[in-house]
């Protein structure tokens, strides 16, 4: 089985900063793209960042300027530094992973759990 992780969240006043870790773990072959989404109350999940295993990444307009995705390859963990933190980019981030398993010969997307980030005013 394969396993994604998350951690790091909390609530932070407006201006203050996060830092979230994700951590991929158990069968792996082979970990591809790993990045962050996020849900809001009442809306629909929406890309926040995601890396390359090479480094090249890609942002929610959102959070450009602001958030700045990473990676440790050997560790199978990204994480995601969230600066200057504003009320709306309160959300549950969701770390996703598309990761080939040992067990088959092609890739899968896997999800964490989810972990809240509340950003107060």
């Known amino acids: 089985q394969v396993h994604v992780v998350e951690s790091g969240g909390g609530s932070v006043q407006a201006g203050g900063s996060l830092r979230l870790s994700c951590t991929a773990s158990?069968?792996?072959?082979?970990?591809?793209?790993m990045g962050w989404y996020r849900q809001a109350p009442g809306k629909q999940r929406e890309l926040v960042a995601i890396?390359?295993?090479?480094?090249?990444?890609n942002y929610g307009d959102s959070v450009k300027g602001r958030f700045t995705v990473s990676r440790d390859n050997p560790k199978n963990t990204v994480y995601l530094q969230m600066n200057s933190l504003k009320p709306e980019d309160t959300a549950v981030y969701f770390c996703?992973?598309?990761?080939?398993?040992?067990?088959?010969?092609?890739?899968?997307?896997?999800w964490g759990q989810g972990t809240q980030v509340t950003v107060s005013s």
């Open positions: 996703k992973a598309w990761i080939q398993a040992t067990d088959r010969g092609y890739q899968a997307d896997y």
């Open positions: 890396i390359t295993p090479g480094g090249t990444t």
């Open positions: 158990g069968k792996i072959f082979s970990v591809d793209i």
